[in-house]
């Protein structure tokens, strides 16, 4: 029997395609548990005990349960909405060879290779003028006409079994979508999007190739997970669901969730971890509870945020890649993150309230580092620590296949940290 928990998972997965979409699920789901949008161009009333949330560009987001009396501490819990994809140029069709193709941009550090040879769809976000002359933004999901990125056959690569797969970004992972245009079409893309949202005039568009092939469960109790964007949707669904369970109020403890956008891009964007989104709203609440700065400064030193992202699980054909004292293992537990250079942010005192959180709860808890001769990588966590001096900590389930266009992970740890995080809240 799937946990409904996972279930919940799975839909959430299907729904959100790109950072925008996530976030409109998000939205959906904080309506319905009675939580109050706040614009950021209007002036917020901030009453104690209510629920509220902000949107960042529509695809960042930031949700507190306000408490009962002047915030003095914030648990936040941090993950990120976008994953690595291919993303569509501005002008991104031609043709050649009586094929029509799309070009794209590399957004991020996806595995190239596990983009070839399957259906993708595309989905993102459409600036366009309405009939009556606004100017709206629409969401879209266009699946029912997939391109594909074919790869060179091995006949005309003989060598590429032995040599690796060498892809070069501009010209080896333009789309095929499609021999010929629809009768009247001006484009293809032209001809999909009206498919799609009818007759508008397209002002600008943020869209995505992502596969189509859905979420589905590995081994023989449907243990495993697999599907694209498990990197970091996991993380954002997981801090959602445990918030989920602590919506009462606190005397002073601010309860609060931040996703942002672009990470995989560095983060340095209006709607990513190193913009002032976070800060802004941490202040406008002690505004709204006649707090001042100095209380505001304080607030910062007495709180934690805990950088929720994924993490490498051992790989059973590539055991050599991992430290070999640090080998997180699917199913056994979230990983606590560490890095000496601080790409984590993970250090004693934060690390040391983790442990006692998983010890308390009975939560299996790995460590990773990674070798000391191979480069690490890095998650918000420090973008956090530095812009608002906040303790963190990153943590993280265990996966394999990371930026794959499809991932793997065990059910028990996105549960196991579901826990972690109620508790977290409830600390």
Same mark, same amino acid.
């Given at each position: 029997?799937?946990?409904?928990?996972?279930?919940?998972?799975?839909v959430?997965?299907k729904?959100?395609?790109?950072?925008?979409?996530?976030?409109?699920?998000?939205?959906? =789901?904080?309506?319905?548990?009675?939580?109050?949008?706040?614009?950021?161009?209007?002036?917020?009333?901030?009453?104690? &005990?209510?629920?509220?949330?902000?949107?960042?560009?529509?695809?960042?987001?930031?949700?507190?349960?306000?408490?009962?009396?002047?915030?003095?501490?914030v648990?936040?819990?941090?993950?990120?909405?976008?994953?690595?994809?291919?993303?569509?140029?501005?002008?991104?069709?031609?043709?050649r060879?009586?094929?029509?193709?799309?070009?794209?941009?590399?957004?991020?550090?996806?595995?190239?290779?596990?983009?070839?040879?399957?259906?993708?769809?595309?989905?993102? =976000?459409?600036?366009?003028?309405?009939?009556?002359g606004s100017?709206?933004?629409?969401?879209?999901?266009?699946?029912?006409?997939?391109?594909?990125?074919?790869?060179l056959?091995?006949?005309?690569?003989?060598?590429?079994?032995?040599?690796?797969?060498?892809?070069?970004?501009?010209?080896?992972?333009?789309?095929?979508?499609a021999?010929?245009?629809p009768l009247?079409?001006?484009?293809?893309?032209?001809?999909?999007?009206?498919?799609?949202?009818?007759?508008?005039?397209?002002l600008g568009?943020?869209?995505?190739?992502?596969?189509?092939e859905?979420?589905?469960f590995?081994?023989?109790?449907?243990?495993?997970?697999?599907?694209y964007?498990?990197?970091s949707?996991?993380?954002?669904?997981?801090?959602?669901?445990?918030?989920?369970?602590?919506?009462? *109020?606190?005397n002073?403890?601010?309860?609060?969730?931040?996703?942002?956008?672009n990470?995989?891009?560095?983060s340095?964007?209006?709607?990513?971890a190193?913009? *002032?989104?976070?800060?802004?709203?941490?202040?406008?609440?002690?505004? &709204?509870?006649?707090?001042?700065?100095e209380?505001?400064?304080?607030l910062?030193?007495?709180?934690?945020?805990?950088?929720?992202?994924?993490?490498?699980?051992?790989?059973?054909?590539?055991?050599?890649?991992?430290?070999?004292?640090?080998?997180?293992v699917?199913?056994?537990?979230?990983?606590l993150?560490?890095?000496?250079?601080?790409?984590?942010?993970?250090?004693?005192?934060?690390s040391?309230?983790?442990?006692?959180?998983c010890?308390?709860?009975?939560?299996?808890?790995?460590?990773?580092?990674?070798?000391?001769d191979?480069?690490?990588?890095?998650?918000?966590?420090?973008?956090?620590?530095?812009?608002? &001096?906040?303790?963190?900590?990153?943590?993280?389930?265990?996966?394999?296949?990371?930026?794959?266009? =499809?991932?793997?992970?065990?059910?028990?740890?996105?549960?196991?940290? =579901?826990?972690?995080?109620?508790?977290?809240?409830?600390?």
């Amino acid at each position: 029997m799937v946990p409904e928990e996972i279930q919940e998972f799975m839909v959430f997965l299907k729904e959100s395609p790109t950072a925008w979409h996530a976030v409109r699920e998000l939205q959906e =789901r904080l309506l319905k548990a009675d939580f109050i949008c706040l614009s950021q161009s209007e002036r917020w009333d901030i009453q104690p &005990g209510k629920r509220y949330f902000t949107i960042k560009n529509g695809s960042s987001l930031c949700a507190f349960v306000a408490p009962l009396n002047p915030p003095t501490l914030v648990r936040l819990a941090a993950s990120h909405t976008d994953s690595p994809s291919l993303k569509l140029k501005p002008h991104s069709e031609f043709y050649r060879n009586s094929m029509v193709l799309f070009g794209v941009e590399v957004y991020g550090g996806p595995l190239l290779s596990s983009w070839l040879n399957r259906d993708l769809g595309i989905a993102g =976000r459409v600036i366009v003028k309405d009939a009556d002359g606004s100017i709206v933004e629409k969401l879209v999901r266009l699946e029912d006409y997939p391109v594909v990125i074919p790869q060179l056959a091995i006949h005309l690569d003989p060598q590429v079994n032995e040599n690796g797969l060498v892809l070069n970004k501009q010209n080896h992972l333009s789309a095929l979508a499609a021999l010929e245009l629809p009768l009247g079409a001006k484009g293809y893309l032209d001809w999909l999007l009206k498919h799609a949202i009818g007759e508008h005039l397209v002002l600008g568009a943020d869209l995505f190739l992502f596969p189509l092939e859905g979420p589905s469960f590995i081994g023989y109790a449907k243990e495993m997970l697999a599907a694209y964007r498990i990197d970091s949707l996991a993380s954002v669904h997981a801090i959602w669901g445990a918030l989920e369970q602590t919506l009462e *109020p606190e005397n002073e403890n601010l309860k609060m969730m931040v996703v942002w956008d672009n990470e995989e891009i560095g983060s340095a964007t209006a709607q990513g971890a190193e913009s *002032p989104f976070l800060a802004h709203t941490l202040e406008r609440i002690m505004i &709204g509870y006649n707090q001042t700065r100095e209380d505001y400064l304080r607030l910062l030193n007495n709180s934690m945020c805990i950088s929720v992202d994924l993490a490498h699980a051992v790989h059973p054909n590539y055991l050599e890649k991992h430290d070999p004292l640090h080998q997180p293992v699917l199913g056994e537990g979230i990983v606590l993150k560490s890095n000496a250079k601080q790409r984590y942010a993970s250090e004693a005192w934060t690390s040391a309230l983790i442990t006692h959180l998983c010890q308390k709860e009975k939560i299996p808890l790995q460590h990773f580092v990674s070798r000391g001769d191979m480069p690490c990588g890095s998650t918000i966590g420090p973008l956090h620590a530095t812009s608002t &001096g906040m303790p963190t900590v990153d943590i993280g389930c265990p996966q394999l296949s990371m930026h794959a266009a =499809r991932e793997l992970m065990a059910n028990i740890d996105y549960l196991h940290m =579901r826990r972690l995080l109620e508790a977290f809240f409830k600390f």
